[in-house]
């Protein structure tokens, strides 16, 4: 089998008999405009980047290499992309409540104690209030699974959810917490698992 | 006992020292005395922690509960099965347990090298004693399991004191495939230690040939085998136990298992390159420590409570020693590679994209990738307060999307791989072995189509799945067949007489056809069914095919817990296929509440049904059901796979042929 390097003298060998029976200059004597050489040059160029001799005689090491490059340049792309879709702040109640309006529309985990008499249940709906330090947060909380055992007043709440524009939070997966134990309430999270 | 077994471990402690020291010294005067001596206290390491593990399993047992262990993680009435399994259910016994398996993984390896290998011995022992004292270290002055209970007294002195009885284990760890699962993922753990001190010593002594993977082929290929076990394992855990419906959630303790198994892969496959071609040999050392890192990078992710998560342990102050140790190694490590980087020039280089080098190339960088991105999803609340001071985490989406193209990927390799030749493949002979299961797998999606699956992503997965099952069983049929046809033997008998001719080529198909199963299964959780309701006895719900009819509600005590459950009849089209009890459990010793979920399972999917809560009468229960496709193909899949790397690690006179990396007319090429 003809190696690498005899391949290539063997081309290079061919090249220069195809310029020595076709000097540069002859072109423009079969009749080509001075102005129409850039687009010959531009069409010689983009032959010469993409003939079959550059991309498969390309040294095997710049293939892989090209490779690995699309592969993780669109792997990236993806990560990117799905950290755009589930990048989640951890925010405190006061932070939260200090962002006011800017904080709408955005994945928010917000941690506080449950403040005492402020658990009130309407049909599937729960509101109850989250304190931190100052003031507290509303929070609305509306789904068909029920709320963790450990989910009391005076216990500590993890909620994940977002700001609506009347100012309360709107929590789509709540996890209580007491005696440093959490007891996750997992039916309505996003996170179904199991896909690769 | 208690002073027993603190001063065993003390005693440990020293013996590493002077093992560490003494093979250091030993090599560096070229004294073989010293190196020998340093070898038999490495052995003897094993026995004090093994004395020292003996004396927590007696006070668990014998519930001396004034030890802060025993009174923590257990209780009187707790199973003796649990109390023992206790050892390894929390912070500090589970690191004893760690130690132990590291210092007994140790004097095997130095057993079976006791006249082998010599040149490397030395900085092998010394290596895998460096390891077992930073876990001796973490015992003795961090999380030592030997702590008494104490209370401080008026005059500000501790009184010793013992309790009436104890906290009791996690309700969520009593459950068997959780007991077995620290063991086995540990085990994992613990065996990537060996690749790792071999890549260090043959870094040290200048031995950068193939033989430091040669000796630990057999090490990597079981240390990558309860890895994998113990992942799935942590799955089956928290698909019982948990009663979410799912296995995997990309939870950080479910990464930090994953991120050594992944580059363990990678190190299995690129081996195989540096022992036929004599390619990628700093990549393969890169591969074994990097391996050996994130395995104590789990463990410190586990242990220092630095990111949030279910199967964590509290938070505690074990973050800095891990951190120094890592950083330790690490540049010693990266600082030998660099020391050693003439030596590590590959023999040949790559002829040709269509090679199995290549292959092997393209299944590494994608595995690694995998890592990375896992890796970086893990530590996104971290690095986000390092950078932004605000903590940001990435859910779900974040590593699927990622995980979607890089299973895809790794399933064409891992059907095409086996086909491509070294050096060089013509396109015709890989059409000629793979045409047809690539057209035969396409075919089978046609009845899927036709029962009106328009989902692509699991479609093409299912598409794969079946190209690798295919191209593999091809293979390895005509293989039989060629034997059947010479010898006029049974096709079973030539099937299994090849695969004990040759059990590297063929233990490897059969962990591929596993991993063909096991993603058949994951894909099976596109469609995945989900719905609950409130039943009254003579109640009933339907979900996916099924109909749940509530026949009673239940309520009753033992010593260890009190429970409620609910009898649930299953029907299927009017036939009664099962009857399941999902019970809410509230354990008395630590007053925590489990579920226990009742389950049907079939090979074509799994109903799933969780007793989630009572409603406020207590008349009526909240029963939530899943239909889960497929999943148990998951299982039988890790079984395969477990099956296979037991098949690799059968000796053969064939394996040991294959082994020379210059092949007879197979002359070096520019």
Same mark, same amino acid.
């Given at each position: ?11 290079? /060998?061919?090249?220069?008999?195809? #310029? ?21 040059? @531009?069409?010689? #160029?983009?032959? %010469?980047? #993409?003939? @079959? ?13 090209? %490779? ?13 992309? %799905? ?25 928010? /985990? ?10 009130? /249940? ?28 450990? @989910? ?16 309360? @939070?709107?929590? /789509? ?24 | ?13 020293? +013996? ?13 005067? &070229? ?96 290596? +895998? ?27 500000? &002195? ?58 630990? &082929? ?9 890895? *994998? ?44 390159? =540096? ?91 994608? +595995? ?22 605000? =903590? ?160 009673? +509600? ?21 036939? =009664? ?46 029963? =939530? ?18 099956? *296979? ?26």
């Amino acid at each position: 089998m003809e190696g690498q390097e005899e391949k290539r003298k063997n081309w290079k /060998r061919n090249r220069q008999d195809f #310029f020595a029976k076709n000097p540069p200059d002859s072109r423009t004597e079969r009749g080509l405009a001075k102005s129409e050489l850039p687009v010959v040059w @531009f069409y010689a #160029f983009l032959k %010469g980047i #993409f003939s @079959f001799e550059r991309v498969f005689g390309m040294n095997t090491k710049w293939k892989m290499a090209a %490779g690995a490059t699309v592969i993780v340049a669109v792997l990236g792309w993806l990560a990117f992309n %799905g950290f755009q879709e589930s990048n989640t702040y951890y925010k405190t109640v006061d932070e939260l409540l200090a962002m006011k309006q800017s904080a709408v529309g955005m994945r928010v /985990r917000v941690a506080g104690d449950l403040v005492n008499g402020s658990i009130e /249940r309407r049909g599937d709906t729960v509101l109850f209030r989250l304190v931190e330090k100052g003031p507290s947060l509303p929070v609305r909380y509306v789904g068909k699974a029920i709320l963790p055992d450990s @989910f009391k007043e005076g216990a500590q709440a993890i909620c994940d959810g977002e700001m609506t524009p009347q100012g309360d @939070f709107l929590a /789509r997966r709540v996890q209580a917490k007491c005696a440093s134990k959490y007891e996750a309430d997992y039916s309505t999270a996003d996170s179904k698992g199991g896909k690769p | 006992m208690i002073d027993l077994g603190y001063f065993s471990l003390l005693l440990g402690f020293a +013996l590493t020292l002077y093992s560490i020291a003494g093979s250091m010294l030993g090599v560096w005067f &070229r004294n073989q005395t010293l190196v020998r001596s340093a070898e038999r206290t490495a052995a003897s390491v094993w026995l004090a922690v093994s004395v020292s593990a003996g004396c927590l399993i007696y006070l668990l047992v014998t519930s001396d509960f004034g030890l802060k262990y025993v009174a923590d993680y257990t209780n009187r009435d707790l199973p003796l099965f649990y109390k023992i399994a206790a050892f390894w259910a929390g912070q500090s016994g589970s690191l004893l347990f760690w130690t132990w398996l590291l210092s007994t993984v140790s004097a095997v390896v130095l057993h079976q090298n006791r006249d082998k290998n010599q040149a490397l011995m030395p900085h092998v022992t010394s290596w +895998l004693m460096i390891s077992t004292g930073f876990f001796l270290v973490l015992n003795l002055f961090a999380a030592n399991p030997f702590d008494r209970l104490g209370m401080v007294q008026p005059d500000g &002195r501790v009184a010793l004191m013992s309790l009436p009885d104890g906290q009791g284990l996690n309700p969520l760890l009593q459950y068997f495939a959780m007991v077995i699962h620290p063991p086995v993922l540990f085990l994992g753990y613990v065996g990537f230690t060996v690749p790792f001190a071999f890549a260090m010593a043959a870094l040290m002594s200048n031995r950068l040939d193939c033989q430091w993977l040669r000796i630990t &082929r057999r090490w990597t290929l079981v240390a990558w085998g309860f890895q *994998g076990a113990g992942i799935l394992l942590g799955a089956q855990w928290a698909y019982m136990e948990l009663g979410w419906g799912g296995y995997w959630a990309w939870d950080p303790v479910e990464n930090a298992s994953l991120l050594p198994w992944l580059t363990g892969t990678a190190l299995l496959h690129s081996a195989m390159v =540096q022992e036929r071609r004599g390619m990628f040999k700093a990549w393969n050392l890169v591969l074994a420590i990097a391996t050996f890192l994130l395995c104590i990078f789990g463990t410190f992710l586990t242990r220092s409570g630095i990111v949030s998560s279910v199967h964590a342990f509290g938070k505690s102050n074990l973050g800095t020693f891990f951190i120094v140790f890592m950083l330790t190694v690490l540049v010693i490590a990266a600082g030998l590679i660099l020391a050693r980087r003439a030596s590590l020039q590959s023999d040949h280089t790559l002829n040709s994209l269509l090679s199995r080098e290549s292959s092997v190339f393209y299944n590494n960088l994608v +595995l690694v990738v995998s890592c990375l991105t896992v890796l970086l999803g893990t530590m996104f609340p971290v690095i986000s307060e390092l950078f932004r001071g605000e =903590q940001i985490s990435v859910g779900p989406p974040f590593f699927n999307r990622v995980h979607i193209p890089i299973a895809l990927i790794l399933l064409l390799l891992t059907g095409a791989g086996p086909f491509f030749a070294w050096r060089q493949t013509s396109v015709r002979i890989l059409l000629k072995n793979l045409a047809l299961p690539a057209g035969l797998s396409a075919a089978i999606l046609v009845p899927l189509l036709v029962m009106g699956i328009r989902e692509w992503r699991p479609l093409l997965f299912w598409f794969f799945c079946a190209f690798v099952a295919l191209a593999t069983l091809a293979d390895y049929f005509r293989d039989a067949g060629v034997r059947r046809k010479n010898k006029g033997e049974g096709f079973l008998r030539s099937l299994g007489a090849i695969t004990f001719q040759n059990t590297r080529r063929y233990g490897g198909y059969i962990v591929h056809l596993g991993v063909a199963l096991l993603f058949m299964g994951l894909a099976g959780a596109w469609f995945n069914q989900e719905t609950e309701k409130e039943l009254a006895p003579g109640d009933s719900m339907t979900i996916g095919r099924y109909q749940l009819r509530c026949t009673d +509600l239940r309520q009753g005590d033992t010593n260890n817990y009190a429970f409620i459950a609910a009898v649930l009849q299953a029907f299927d089209g009017g036939i =009664q296929v099962a009857t399941l009890t999902p019970e809410r459990r509230l354990y008395k010793a630590s007053q925590q509440a489990s579920t226990e979920v009742s389950l049907h399972p079939t090979l074509r999917e799994d109903l799933y049904v969780v007793y989630k809560g009572q409603s406020s009468d207590g008349k009526k229960a909240l029963i =939530q059901a899943f239909v889960n496709p497929l999943v148990n193909w998951l299982w039988i899949g890790g079984i395969l796979m477990m099956l *296979g790397t037991i098949v690799c690690l059968i000796p053969n006179r064939r394996g040991e042929l294959l082994t020379p990396s210059i092949l007879p007319g197979e002359e070096k090429s520019a």
